[in-house]
């Protein structure tokens, strides 16, 4: 099968969909660092089954730094980072050099970050490995690590040079890493364009082939967003939609240790997020029940029965979008269009824990 190839246009770089071999990367790497050091960032995962599809494939790599980190959420911290700095002073990593990260969201997230903060800043391209990375981490230039349990507390806005998206990636990722993925274009559907959404609802679980077009289609939504507002000050607060309850509850299962991939508690978020929209008389019924129903007939999303409202709170009363003591959030006023800065009180949470406890 040939895959057309697409490329898309952020604020000063360009997200390349195609097959990884079939030239820009060699060539971009062989115009732009020929004489740095690469290093690559990938996790025990990526290491295993990523790793030598690029170092068999493309020469100037051969003599790349591969630089482990280890796999998940609860390590994406500052300690990780500054093992890693200490290992890039012992190796003489300069500014003309590059990091390359291959991996899911936490390896995009966290080497955006280690890269941009390492003697001010050293250049790194994504090639990210998961559906999630490839619409949503890898672009927007948010790179972060965790604080105790809360999600990206500690972070700077730093754009990569590149992204190399190559879906041959996605052949070797657990379902549960794809249904992520989707849930979070669905989000970009749900928020700015409803076309995306019903092309969405046509993905079949069963075989799970996720066309490039839609990838292409999710990553313009979200660029359009980013590029009008790359630094979240007003319209790009739309992008976390689902993310008020969803952070809250992932960082609650990080807690208790428990995993939870970010996509499937971004699709968690989007079900109570969407009652409060309809409690607060911004959505209709009929549209909730079409988006509940969209998730819950293809996903069996975790149970929540014995989670207290009250540790979620705690979380949410720290989360990123708040001003002053509010607690806001981004809601949808139907399918393709969103309210920001929507206030939700304890009440709402308890409902919408009642509520998503009673429909899935
Ligand atoms: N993932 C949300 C954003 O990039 O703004």
Redesign the pocket.
Known sequence: MTIKKQSIHCLDYTVNIASILSGDFEVFLAQNYADSKKIIFVDENTHEYCLEYLIANFEILSDAEVIVLPAGEENKTIQTCIQVWEAFAEYHITRKDIAICLGGGVITDMGGFIASLYKRGIDFIHVPTSLLAMV??S??G?TAVDLANYKNMIGVFANPKAVFIDTAFLMTLPIEDKIGGWM?MLKHGLIADKSHWEELKTIDFKDFIMPESFIGHSLEI?NT??KADPF?QNS?KT??FG?TFGHAIESLFLENKQALNHGIAVGMGIIVESFWSWKKGLLNQETLNEICSTITEKVSLPEIKNVQAEYLWGFMQNDKKNESEQVLAVLLSAIGSTNINEEITMELLEEGIAFYNHIN
Do not use: F, S, Y
């Open positions: 949503d981490a672009i927007g948010k979070e979200k967003i980013v979240e790009r992008l976390n993310h």
